[in-house]
């Protein structure tokens, strides 16, 4: 998934870009207000961590002006200790949860996974497809009950594709939820991926819309 971590303490923003690339993320980070409403204006994210204090413009600002274009990914924000009223402003302007810093990284990882999970319609940590299940604790992929063996890019991948079941993606659109950098990127690559993929699974469940893009099929869904 990818997710746009916004903080200023670049100390912070190190170990947290970190700790969310080792839980599986994709990472864009912005170090001011300016660069991250930009950012999350004009490019996608499955969700965003986003400090309140920060230069050029306050995170409250950055957060308010989102919501009011139309920006609906989920976001965490992060308060400093004992300011509670920076919270309900947080909650006011549009915050889907806070964290209260120091906080510890296993919290902030779960609370992102759950809000992932909530933007998306589903109350569990499992998600199912027709006859595979994504654990997003274990960040497992099963069919039919068997584990499958994917490489993390694989397995980025299929998460995200199977977070949008039945929905067309774009190439672009994939890429820029596999790698974080541009030079990295390149659509191509993403044939290859849906190649492996699809020799993993049962055939046709990864169907190619010619000129459009890739799309997960969910047995029993119609094809629209
Ligand atoms: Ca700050």
Redesign the pocket.
């Known amino acids: 998934m990818r997710i746009l971590l916004v ?3 670049l100390q912070l923003a190190a170990q947290v870009g970190d700790a969310l690339e080792e839980a599986g993320h994709v990472v864009e980070k912005a170090d001011n207000g300016q660069d991250a409403l930009y950012l999350g204006t004009e490019e996608t994210f499955e969700a965003v961590v986003l ?5 050029v413009l306050d ?1 409250l600002t950055v957060l308010n002006q989102w919501r009011a274009a139309g920006r609906d990914m989920p976001v965490l924000i ?1 308060t ?1 200790r004992d300011n509670w009223h920076e919270k309900v402003a947080g909650i006011d302007a549009g915050a889907d949860d806070y964290l209260t810093k120091p906080f510890h990284m296993e919290e902030l990882l779960a609370r992102l996974r759950a809000l992932i999970r909530r933007a998306h319609g589903h109350a569990s940590a499992e998600i199912r497809c027709g006859p595979l299940v994504l654990d997003t604790r274990a960040r497992r992929i099963s069919l039919e009950g068997r584990s499958l063996s994917l490489t993390s890019h694989e397995y980025r991948l299929l998460a995200y594709l199977m977070h949008h079941p039945d929905e067309v993606l774009s190439r672009q659109e994939l890429t820029e939820h596999l790698y974080a950098q541009d030079f990295e990127r390149d659509s191509n690559t993403i044939e290859v991926f849906v190649a492996r993929l699809r020799k993993k699974l049962p055939a046709d469940m990864i169907e190619t819309v010619r000129g459009l893009g890739y799309c997960l099929r969910s047995p029993g869904a119609a094809a629209p």
């Open positions: 903080e200023d303490d400090d309140l204090g920060l230069p995170g992060l400093a």
